[in-house]
């Protein structure tokens, strides 16, 4: 045999060899442990545990590794590194491996079947702990809550008055006011506050019934607004995904049993006859207060509602363009001619603050609704059962007796238009209306036997007997 042979032959030993050293694995021979030269990688094994193996590479890494066979099948798995696992340990886990070999299971269907257990554990506890918050909610969650959540939601899409009536509904009360609080010194909780602190999932039919049970016999007008606005309400909370896993499976609100009990709303006539407009203009004249004086006169010149008028600024006049933005509770806002006469009642107010039909009562911001005022002036002109309402109502029908084209009135007042052709077609500019309104206020005012002529000196009122 040649040299050459005889060295190849020493040299694939000493490989075998070095391939298969097996020594008992000591803190020492671990740390010492080092890579062959012109190696990948090389292997030490230990004595003490069949099948474990300290591998390092030719970049000095280390890791334990356990190789056995399963099947005839060569296995090789990592166990970790010795930075990581003590020799103990990688020993008890080579022998936890060979047990499983030896039972005839592979160690990483094993493993991969335990992740896959403990990945199933994780989503039931997931799934089991999500029930629970959702049980959680279910029974905390308030009707305030989602009111607030509404509220916000829909405020966008709602006009400032609509959105300020929402939230009157379901106000606590006890706030100190100078008026509307029935002698008690501070406002009263809106109607729906009675639901403000009950869990939403609570609330049944039989809730909702024995609630309008109650308003029906104490302020029945506010309880049917309250009652439509809280079957929209439950409405849009069973169209939300958030919130429908909450609501009972019908509309708590619609039920027969709640109508019956806040009863319908009666159609009112209240309004000024021609034979009237005399008296009512002479005793509302003769009122002390004249900011409570010009509301009243404005209020039917204008044809608006109680509470637009009540909510007009000095910036929403424009004197020079002779027109008055108006905060409509349905659409946000509509622009109306200012009329002479109206124009002559605004420009006579004390500008006190940025309302113009603003208070004397440092704590009060506007005039409160007159009321006692107006049933003061309808008493001394031997009017009965006139309302604020009234005179909005008393606008459209004086309005139908003259030549306006119809739609006119409505239009100014804030009526949704009522026919396809109106929606569609009809488009009227503010000169057209000023034209018009301003008809309407003359003749008015001449049924009222009122004279009133504009000077460019100023403006006078003669009242004729």
Same mark, same amino acid.
């Given at each position: ?292 004086? @010009?509301? =009243? &006169?404005? +209020?039917? %010149?204008? $044809?608006? !509602? ?74 001394? @002109?031997? =009017? &009965?059962? +006139?309302? %604020?309402? $009234?005179? !909005? ?73």
């Amino acid at each position: 045999m040649g040299y050459m042979a005889v060295t190849w032959r020493l040299h694939g030993l000493h490989e075998r060899a070095q391939a298969m050293a097996k020594l008992n694995f000591t803190a020492g021979r671990v740390a010492d442990f080092k890579c062959e030269a012109g190696k990948a990688q090389s292997f030490l094994w230990d004595t003490t545990a069949p099948g474990l193996g300290l591998r390092i590479t030719s970049n000095g890494a280390k890791a334990y590794i356990f190789q056995s066979k399963l099947n005839t099948q060569a296995i090789r798995i990592t166990i970790g590194s010795p930075s990581v696992w003590n020799i103990d340990k990688a020993r008890a886990e080579a022998r936890r491996l060979k047990v499983l070999i030896d039972g005839g299971k592979d160690p990483r269907q094993v493993k991969a079947d335990g992740l896959e257990a403990a990945q199933v554990a994780r989503k039931v506890k997931k799934a089991a702990e999500a029930a629970a918050a959702a049980l959680v909610e279910k029974h905390t969650t308030t009707f305030q809550q989602v009111w607030d959540v509404y509220l916000e939601e829909r405020k966008p899409h709602w006009g400032e008055r609509h959105y300020q009536d929402h939230v009157k509904k379901i106000a606590a009360g006890g706030i100190p006011a100078l008026r509307g609080t029935r002698g008690r010194g501070v406002t009263i909780a809106g109607p729906l506050h009675y639901f403000a602190s009950m869990p939403i999932s609570s609330i049944d039919s039989e809730t909702v019934e024995k609630w309008a049970k109650v308003e029906g016999k104490v302020r029945p007008t506010s309880a049917r607004l309250a009652w439509r606005m809280l079957k929209v309400f439950f409405q849009w909370c069973s169209e939300s995904k958030k919130y429908r896993d909450l609501m009972q499976p019908q509309n708590p609100g619609k039920t027969k049993k709640s109508g019956e009990s806040l009863g319908k709303a009666k159609s009112k006539r209240d309004n000024l006859e021609l034979a009237q407009l005399p008296g009512w203009f002479e005793a509302v004249q003769k009122l002390p207060n004249p900011t409570v004086s @010009a509301y =009243l &006169q404005t +209020l039917l %010149l204008s $044809g608006a !509602r109680p509470g637009e008028i009540l909510a007009m600024k000095w910036e929403d006049i424009n004197w020079r363009w002779g027109s008055i933005i108006i905060r409509d509770k349905i659409d946000g806002e509509r622009t109306i001619p200012l009329t002479p006469f109206v124009s002559h009642l605004l420009a006579k107010l004390p500008k006190r603050n940025e309302f113009v039909f603003s208070s004397f009562q440092e704590r009060a911001d506007t005039i409160g609704k007159p009321h006692l005022a107006h049933k003061q002036a309808c008493d001394a @002109a031997g =009017l &009965q059962g +006139l309302t %604020l309402h $009234g005179l !909005r109502r008393s606008f459209a029908s004086l309005a139908e007796q003259t030549e306006a084209p119809g739609g006119v009135a409505a239009q100014i007042q804030g009526h949704k238009p009522q026919s396809a052709r109106e929606k569609s077609y009809i488009v009227r500019p503010m000169d057209f209306l000023r034209k018009w309104h301003i008809n309407i206020e003359a003749w008015i005012l001449e049924q009222a036997h009122i004279d009133f002529s504009p000077k460019p000196a100023g403006l006078s009122i003669v009242q004729r007997n």
